[in-house]
């Protein structure tokens, strides 16, 4: 049996953006690691440290998932998998919205409980190089700490993510703005707690809960919408992606196509684009002219990768809106 070719690779000017972004994920992951540690060490029985180490141990999910597909996605494709294996991005990020949800649901619970029972979490002392120390003074060291690096992550992540059309590169972004606001809610939270107001820490956790709830459902719906063949859209799910119009603004200019309408399947960093033609009365292209204008139009970005172009007698109903040429 013919081996399949492999993959379409990243063009070069892209590969050491890719590593940039696998690189700054193992720093996240260090990071994190450190982050969690201490936080936990320190948390005592406060809610919104607790709500904040629970973000925390989320926010290792978005940096493992594009790791793990990374790696999957470079695999080529096979006979039981024709299409390649692209679409193991869009599998983590729905794997690491659908944990943010569910996560985010059950703080939200558990604080809005501990609110409700009027719960005061005390907050003792502790022997620090001979001195008793207030336990809350070592929560909000550790957690403003935390803050600067992930604001620094988030932007450097944030740019990266545009670059590689990945959303769980974006959502690894959004997540590390969740985590740096995370820790200023619990700051505020213990502080309201130092001053006698008890509330404020079931406040802080409430609010860090739905954070981090929103962010699930947020990537959990941009997830499932690409799994199920939305149309395709820019990195950050803000509006449409122009490739689809760039195919047909060059496809309608060749001389025997009278109409041309197309649609992105999105696969997660790389688009299969399927562009239906009704070619002019005589002027029906041959294999050469259809072979040309599909290398053509791979070449008009990097993240089209399959091209597909169909000769047809009418353009299908749902694409019309957008054609380009005599649709009718």
Aim: proline share 7%.
């Amino acid at each position: 049996m013919t081996p399949l070719p492999p993959p379409l690779p990243l063009p070069p000017s892209h590969s050491p953006t890719l590593r940039r972004a696998i690189r700054f994920e193992w720093y996240t992951l260090a990071f994190l690691a450190v982050a969690i540690t201490a936080v936990y060490l320190v948390m005592g029985n406060s809610q919104a440290m607790k709500a904040a180490w629970i973000e925390d141990l989320l926010s290792l999910a978005p940096p493992i998932a594009f790791l793990l597909a990374v790696r999957i996605m470079a695999k080529g494709p096979t006979e039981k998998f024709p299409y390649g294996f692209f679409r193991s991005v869009g599998v983590a990020h729905l794997v690491a919205g659908v944990a943010l949800f569910a996560m985010g649901a059950f703080l939200l619970v558990d604080s809005g409980i501990g609110l409700i029972r009027g719960e005061r979490p005390p907050i003792g002392s502790v022997e620090l190089f001979g001195q008793s120390v207030w336990l809350g003074w070592l929560m909000m060291a550790v957690m403003a700490l935390t803050i600067p690096l992930p604001i620094y992550f988030g932007r450097v992540k944030m740019k990266l993510a545009k670059e590689l059309h990945n959303k769980v590169l974006y959502a690894d972004a959004d997540m590390n703005k969740a985590d740096w606001m995370t820790a200023a809610g619990s700051i505020v939270g213990v502080a309201g707690i130092g001053i006698g107001w008890w509330w404020t820490d079931a406040v802080a956790a409430s609010l860090i809960a739905l954070s981090i709830l929103w962010d699930g459902v947020k990537n959990t719906r941009a997830a499932i919408t690409d799994l199920m063949d939305t149309r395709a859209t820019t990195f950050d799910d803000g509006r449409p992606h122009p490739d689809a119009a760039l195919v047909d603004e060059y496809l309608g200019g060749l001389r025997w196509v009278d109409a041309v309408a197309s649609r992105v399947r999105d696969q997660g960093q790389f688009f299969h684009v399927e562009a239906f033609v009704v070619p002019r009365r005589g002027r029906t292209p041959g294999l050469e002219q259809l072979h040309a204008a599909a290398e053509e139009c791979k070449g008009l970005d990097w993240k089209i990768h399959d091209m597909v172009i169909t000769v047809v007698p009418e353009l299908p109903p749902q694409l019309r809106a957008s054609a380009v040429g005599s649709p009718a």
